[in-house]
């Protein structure tokens, strides 16, 4: 396979004000979930390992993946434990305000298929998984590639809310980043992981509107933001990582590679959902002439 992923997946619901809203959209999320079905959308295999809870919107999650050609094989299912969920309060063109509603669904370190692990091209993790409790399982996955020499792919993703101490944070994010082979990275977060962005590693800083930028075999690379109605940046993060890997899997420049991340992230900020309005193979040759 191309790419191997594993993260947390949750139920969303997104509506305005909470407190004055009478209706509500329903969907599923999850940073590798939106990496998976935007790497798959542009042709590229992928495996998913995730552990949902045995209710519906765990069907809703697994079958939202399964629908869009992402290997589910390797998912599990926890019986009598409901699937965790976010609440989304959504203004247009606004940072949306997150409200998480953490399960006792966890992925564990004997969840991790190694053998499959080491037949991927790439394995794709994040701090958002790390910041979930599923350590264990995120490790012994980093673990695996590393030995099999597996390119690995870390996205910080960063989030306050999901981390009380931020000492420990630096400590969990900084070890992550060191072992990743290609490290995206947002502005804010730089401090956070200082120590990992020396080395031989590829660095991929994104600023969001004002563009992004890549450090490659030392040299670096830039890109400019591109302009595009804003309904939801939520989804902007992990589709900029698809983009990105998708160009990186098919050996593009990495001014290229850039310009496909950037242009994936467009795409998923002009819609309600973080993966839902992503482009299809099909479309990419039309918009990356258009651009």
Request: glycine share 10%; hydrophobic share 45%; with cysteine.
């Amino acid at each position: 396979m191309d790419v191997y992923t594993l993260g947390e997946a949750f139920g969303v619901v997104t509506s305005g004000r909470i407190r004055h809203e009478h209706e509500a959209r329903l969907d599923v999320t999850g940073a590798e979930l939106a990496v998976a079905v935007g790497l798959a959308r542009l042709g590229h295999t992928v495996s998913w390992l995730g552990k949902v809870g045995g209710d519906e919107l765990g069907v809703r999650i697994l079958s939202a993946l399964r629908g869009e050609g992402v290997d589910i094989s390797d998912a599990r299912v926890a019986e009598g434990v409901p699937t965790g969920m976010i609440l989304k309060e959504s203004r247009t063109g606004q940072e949306a305000r997150l409200t998480y509603y953490p399960t006792a669904v966890r992925l564990a370190q004997g969840n991790v298929p190694v053998d499959r692990i080491t037949q991927a091209r790439l394995l794709h993790v994040s701090g958002a998984t790390a910041a979930l409790n599923a350590r264990d399982a995120l490790n012994a996955a980093v673990r695996a590639a590393r030995t099999a020499g597996v390119t690995i792919s870390v996205a910080i993703d960063y989030d306050e809310r999901l981390w009380p101490d931020l000492r420990e944070a630096e400590e969990i994010l900084g070890a992550l980043a060191r072992a990743a082979d290609v490290l995206f990275v947002r502005q804010c977060e730089l401090d956070l992981v200082k120590p990992a962005l020396n080395g031989d590693r590829e660095v991929v800083v994104n600023r969001g509107t004002r563009g992004a930028s890549a450090r490659v075999n030392g040299v670096r690379h830039d890109a400019p933001g591109l302009t595009a109605p804003v309904v939801d940046p939520t989804g902007s993060r992990p589709a900029f990582v698809a983009g990105y890997l998708s160009a990186l899997l098919e050996s593009l420049h990495p001014a290229d590679r850039l310009r496909r991340g950037g242009l994936l992230a467009a795409f998923a900020a002009s819609g309600p959902s973080d993966w839902q309005s992503l482009p299809t193979r099909d479309e990419l040759p039309l918009l990356e002439t258009d651009g």
